[in-house]
């Protein structure tokens, strides 16, 4: 497939919409939906890992989570990100990576997120995933759950997009979306195909 299930499903397609029009500065997000839906239950009084096992009931945790408390997954996700934003190829090695183990419930007015972020410098491209502190009206912090939040700083706005991000639905919809990718690729160059548009990919809307 080319993007992992439970991705963010139309993210890379929005990135390179943007890209294509305009300068992309910045990207952060709450990529992982696992973990959010974790950190919304340890703020509720839950110790981690009866959020974890909540998680795993409900079907947004797998077996073994640690790809997703460590912030593996979002590092992933961060690396299709930078190659739609920018058509380049981070190591995943060179992401700084700190995940949601050891969290704690947030004092009063603020929210835990485990926030994914790119960010361009003189030096390149800045990668990290992190725990970070957020004020609760902050656009990421009011996310919840297991959505995933993605916020795309360019030369003239902000764009936001939000969606689930963990579960079953999400998960199809990653994989219908990139089926409709697939057969768009394919036929690409061939007059006699019918090409899929928008429209088709709609069938995998939901997520972001």
């Given at each position: 497939m080319l993007r992992p299930a439970k991705s963010l499903t139309r993210s890379p397609v929005n990135v390179r919409r943007i890209a294509a029009a305009e300068a992309i500065l910045e990207i952060t997000g709450v990529l992982n939906g696992t973990c959010n839906?974790?950190?919304?239950?340890?703020?509720?009084?839950?110790?981690?890992e009866?959020?974890?096992?909540?998680?795993?009931?409900a079907g947004f945790a797998e077996v073994d989570p640690t790809f997703d408390l460590d912030g593996s997954d979002a590092a992933c996700k961060l690396i299709l990100l930078a190659r739609a934003?920018?058509?380049?190829?981070?190591?995943?090695?060179?992401?700084?990576?700190?995940?949601?183990?050891?969290i704690t419930a947030p004092p009063v007015g603020k929210t835990w997120r485990l926030v994914a972020s790119l960010q361009q410098t003189e030096n390149g491209i800045a990668a990290q995933v992190q725990?970070?502190?957020?004020?609760?009206?902050?656009?990421?912090?009011?996310?919840?759950?297991?959505?995933?939040?993605?916020?795309?700083?360019?030369?003239?706005?902000?764009?936001?997009?939000?969606g689930r991000g963990a579960g079953r639905w999400p998960t199809t919809c990653a994989v219908m979306a990139d089926l409709f990718d697939l057969a768009r690729q394919a036929t690409e160059g061939c007059p006699q195909a019918t090409h899929l548009n928008?429209?088709?990919?709609?069938?995998?809307?939901?997520a972001i």
């Open positions: 839906f974790v950190l919304d239950r340890v703020a509720a009084g839950q110790d981690l009866s959020a974890v096992a909540e998680a795993q009931v934003a920018w058509g380049i190829a981070i190591p995943f090695e060179s992401i700084v990576r700190r995940g949601i183990v050891g725990p970070q502190l957020l004020e609760e009206h902050h656009p990421l912090a009011t996310v919840r759950e297991e959505e995933n939040c993605i916020l795309i700083r360019s030369a003239s706005a902000t764009h936001r997009f939000h928008d429209a088709s990919l709609a069938l995998a809307g939901g």
